[in-house]
């Protein structure tokens, strides 16, 4: 009486996740963009106060540097949950680029850096807006819970 081998049961393959629709990607990545900017103005702030630049008042730049880096986290984690395909990341995306398109315009009415700082802006909120409102995102984003919605 031979014993052979039980042969290990092919591995069934993993049950693919939700499918990333290209309009979420580019609605996440702009999110994302805002978010990094914030705390690339809140980072300069403070780098340039280290350095030595005397600013009008340094609590206020301090102050100022850290509100920008707390705010910078709002963007990012949306921008996290529409990668993930959260459901709720959807409405504070809108309200962040409704938030965004104000301040966009504020800052288009300046010259220089502002101008384009605004323009920038104001562009980059509309880009994600039109991404966010779109039938596929509504749907995938109104769907099943995505791996963040889980627990």
């Known amino acids: 009486m031979s014993k052979e081998a039980a042969a290990p049961a092919p591995a069934e393959p ?15 990545v702009l999110v994302a ?10 980072l300069q702030t403070l780098v340039m106060l280290l350095a030595g630049s ?12 850290i509100t920008l880096l707390v705010l910078a986290l709002l963007p990012l984690g949306t921008a996290r949950g529409l990668w993930v395909l959260s ?5 504070p995306a809108i309200f962040l680029q409704l938030l965004a398109l104000p ?7 300046s010259e220089g850096v502002l101008y384009v700082a605004g323009m920038a802006t104001a562009v980059v909120a509309v880009a994600a807006l039109v991404c966010l409102f779109h039938p596929k995102t509504h749907a995938v984003l109104r769907s099943e819970p995505g791996p963040a919605d889980a627990g």
């Open 103 to 109: 301040v966009g315009w504020q800052m288009a009415g």
């Open 33 to 42: 963009i805002e978010g990094l900017a914030l705390a690339g103005v809140g």
């Open 87 to 91: 459901k709720w990341s959807r409405g």
């Open 14 to 28: 993993a049950e693919p996740g939700p499918i990333r629709p290209t309009r979420v990607i580019v609605a996440a």
């Open 54 to 65: 005397e600013p009008d008042s340094v609590t206020q730049a301090v102050t100022g540097a």
